[in-house]
C-alpha cells in the first residue's frame, strides 16, 4: 500500500494532485463481500488505485475525465442521502468532480491509495 488516507468532512483535494483535470478515472472492481471500490487514475505520467471500504452506494458513470475529488460536509451528505433514500450509516460521502459529471461515492472514512493493483483484486 502506498498510503492510507484518514479523511474528515469538507476536505478538498483529496488525492493530492497538482493537476486533477489531466487525470482519467475508471473503475475497475468492486469486491462484494467487502464492499470495496477499485478506481484506476491515471495521466500521462502515473497511475494508482484508489480503494474505497464500506461503500454502500455508488452515482456515477464507470469512466471519467478529471480527478478532483473532495468530502461532501456533513449537512451536504445528509441532504444527498435523503434525496436518495438512503439509509445507512457510513463515515463519509465522496464526490468527484469532473469535467462533465459528478461522481458520489457513500463509503468508510478512509481511502487506500495503491501504486500497483494487489493481486487480489487483478481477477475482477
Not at 478506481?39 to 452506494?57: N, R
Request: aromatic share 12%; net charge negative.
Amino acid at each position: 500500500m502506498k498510503k492510507r488516507l484518514e479523511l474528515q468532512p469538507e476536505m478538498t483535494n483529496v488525492l493530492a494532485l497538482d493537476n486533477p483535470q489531466a487525470y482519467r478515472c475508471r473503475v475497475v472492481g468492486y469486491v462484494l463481500e467487502r464492499s470495496l471500490l477499485i478506481i484506476e487514475v491515471t495521466s500521462q505520467d502515473e497511475s494508482f488505485y484508489a480503494i474505497f471500504p464500506e461503500v454502500h452506494y455508488y452515482g456515477g458513470i464507470f469512466l471519467w475525465q478529471g480527478a478532483t475529488l473532495r468530502t461532501a460536509s456533513r449537512d451536504e451528505q445528509f441532504e444527498y442521502m435523503l434525496e436518495q433514500s438512503i439509509v445507512a450509516s457510513v463515515g463519509m460521502l465522496y464526490i468527484f468532480e469532473a469535467a462533465d459529471c459528478t461522481v458520489n461515492v457513500l463509503g468508510g472514512d478512509w481511502i487506500a491509495i495503491f501504486e500497483d493493483l494487489p493481486d487480489r483484486f487483478k481477477s475482477l
